[in-house]
């Protein structure tokens, strides 16, 4: 049973630099230390913090795992992740130790979707590839066959993983004119299926093998990880488009790359990596494919309500209360 005691004062570590509104209002609230280099915290100083801290807020660039878990000292009873993702923090020692964990669940699903769709729109119209070829200086104008793309209007998006996220897509979708298909673990209530007109596949082989565009939207956990691999990778059509915004380590990187240069794929759109920020040389290489930064969620509003929602869970914990964004058993 995680404790639930109240601590009037907690002290807080934070590991990236956020807003500066909610940077001065963890201080005025707690005895809080903000790191306001914006880079990672190196190891040593994780280790630290964690060994004289109640609360540690980590984000997506923090690697908390068993070891550093087991070496917390007795005082840190909380993790308040800053972020909804949280493949990053070994939930099973943190619970072993009576750690809650939280997250930031539902603040940035808007923010994701937007740029889930920019990307559904951007690959198959090419419109990176146009965007250097204003810049480079090269372009003579006008021509009836010049970056001839494909519309999107009419063809199947496949989703895979239909939570808040995947229904802000669909939604974004439809009004583009895709045909909504998509994967489950459980299938969605007949009213939301008929809100966005969607078809759902039970078996996700079968659902690679009916789109045009495929779009991942599942959490990274072990049932997830490579989930999108060499073998399923092989059952999407030559024509279709890849988008990632979830997670790198859904998508087995190396066979998509091997898919694009062979021609067994019309062209991808990430924003997310497997080894973040490093990136196949490959993939720079290829002209169908548009790569950004993982800024999925990089809005300033989106960046506020995260911290407003980690502070609400610190708020909630140092009364002697649950926190509302607890992540329970589910997500390990």
Excluded at 32 to 47: I, K, M, Q, S, Y
Excluded at 168 to 179: D, K, M, P, S, T
Excluded at 299 to 326: C, F, K, L, M
Aim: aromatic content about 4%; charged content about 25%; proline content about 5%.
């Amino acid at each position: 049973m995680a404790d639930l005691r109240r601590c009037a004062h907690p002290k807080v570590t934070v590991t990236r630099e956020l807003p500066e509104v909610v940077m001065q209002r963890l201080e005025q609230l707690f005895d809080a230390t903000n790191n306001r280099g914006d880079r990672p915290l190196p190891r040593e100083r994780l280790v630290a913090a964690m060994a004289d801290s109640d609360v540690l807020v980590p984000s997506v660039t923090d690697t908390i795992d068993a070891a550093l878990i087991a070496g917390a000292g007795e005082r840190l009873r909380l993790i308040a992740n800053f972020g909804a993702g949280v493949n990053h923090i070994d939930l099973r020692a943190a619970r072993a130790r009576d750690i809650i964990v939280t997250n930031t669940p539902g603040v940035l699903t808007e923010d994701t979707a937007d740029m889930t769709m920019a990307l559904i729109v951007s690959v198959p119209r090419r419109l990176a590839e146009g965007e250097k070829l204003v810049r480079s200086g090269q372009w003579s104008g006008w021509s009836p066959g010049g970056m001839l793309g494909y519309r999107i209007g009419g063809k199947v998006l496949g989703i895979v993983g239909m939570g808040r996220i995947g229904q802000a897509v669909a939604r974004r979708a439809r009004a583009f004119g895709l045909a909504i298909h998509y994967h489950n673990r459980r299938r969605l209530p007949a009213a939301v299926e008929a809100e966005f007109g969607a078809t759902w596949h039970a078996d996700l082989d079968d659902l690679l093998g009916a789109v045009d565009v495929l779009t991942i939207h599942t959490p990274l956990n072990p049932d997830s990880r490579d989930l999108i691999d060499r073998r399923r990778i092989a059952l999407l059509r030559p024509h279709v488009f890849v988008i990632n915004a979830s997670r790198g380590g859904i998508l087995d990187e190396e066979a998509l790359v091997d898919a694009l240069e062979a021609g067994r794929l019309a062209g991808a759109g990430l924003d997310v990596w497997r080894h973040e920020p490093e990136i196949d040389p490959r993939l720079l290489a290829l002209p169908n494919v548009v790569m950004t930064p993982h800024m999925g969620s990089a809005t300033y509003e989106g960046r506020v309500a995260s911290g407003e929602r980690v502070i609400a869970n610190i708020r909630t914990w140092a009364d002697g209360h649950r926190p509302p964004d607890q992540v329970l058993e589910g997500w390990v």
